[in-house]
T-cell receptor, first 114, second 113 residues
Framework: DAGVTQSPTHLIKTRGQQVTLRCSPKSGHDTVSWYQQALGQGPQFIFQYYEEEERQRGNFPDRFSGHQFPNYSSELNVNALLLGDSALYLC?????????????FGQGTRLTVV | AQSVTQLDSQVPVFEEAPVELRCNYSSSVSVYLFWYVQYPNQGLQLLLKYLSGSTLVESINGFEAEFNKSQTSFHLRKPSVHISDTAEYFCAVLRGSQGNLIFGKGTKLSVKP
């Protein structure tokens, strides 16, 4: 089992650009959640996808959007990048059958906006 | 609203000494509590969790945490730390049935020889 995989591991973007991050959940998990971890902070919940729909959303602007595919993989899109979007973006997979009590995290994508 | 407070941002300790990382939570409902560990340049790994039952939970690498409802705490302890325990530790609460985690700001544990 490959666990949760994220790509790319690192990327550098310029202010105003758009970025897409990808996540494949752990086998058997159908729910994907995205978190933003700024330097020196704990992860902050962005949103969660289940059955290809956004089910919950944290306090993030509409510039942050996502998608879930039939195979449960997910994308996080960020438009009009700001310097403050620089962070480690973490994907977590879980299952409602386990009441989401077994969340597995990927290694993250380190986004740097210059 | 649920929240998590980790009382220490950094904890330096010598190898083989005991350590306690403190975590307090606020919640008006039943809670599920977690400790995650993050090694440099890596994602989060689940260390241990409290769902119900015994208030003392243990991990495979010697850490333990005790759920204290009256003090709304879930402190993490280890009787003897190793250099390899150097990492950042995050306490988290699961937000009801919605399935997203609320994290504290983290505690950096630095184990010195």
């Amino acid at each position: 089992d490959a666990g949760v995989t994220q790509s790319p591991t690192h990327l550098i973007k310029t202010r105003g650009q758009q970025v897409t991050l990808r996540c494949s959940p752990k086998s058997g998990h159908d729910t994907v959640s995205w978190y933003q971890q700024a330097l020196g902070q704990g992860p902050q919940f962005i949103f969660q996808y289940y059955e290809e729909e956004e089910r919950q959303r944290g306090n993030f602007p509409d510039r942050f959007s996502g998608h879930q595919f039939p195979n449960y993989s997910s994308e996080l899109n960020v438009n009009a990048l700001l310097l403050g979007d620089s962070a480690l973006y973490l994907c977590a997979s879980s299952s409602p059958q386990e009441a989401h009590t077994e969340a597995f995290f990927g290694q993250g994508t380190r986004l740097t906006v210059v | 609203a649920q929240s998590v407070t980790q009382l220490d941002s950094q904890v330096p300790v010598f190898e083989e000494a005991p350590v306690e990382l403190r975590c307090n939570y606020s919640s008006s409902v039943s809670v599920y509590l977690f400790w995650y560990v993050q090694y440099p340049n890596q994602g989060l790994q689940l260390l241990l969790k409290y769902l119900s039952g015994s208030t003392l939970v243990e991990s495979i690498n010697g850490f333990e945490a005790e759920f204290n409802k009256s003090q709304t705490s879930f402190h993490l302890r280890k009787p003897s730390v190793h250099i390899s325990d150097t990492a950042e530790y995050f306490c988290a609460v699961l937000r009801g049935s919605q399935g997203n985690l609320i994290f504290g700001k983290g505690t950096k544990l630095s184990v010195k020889p």
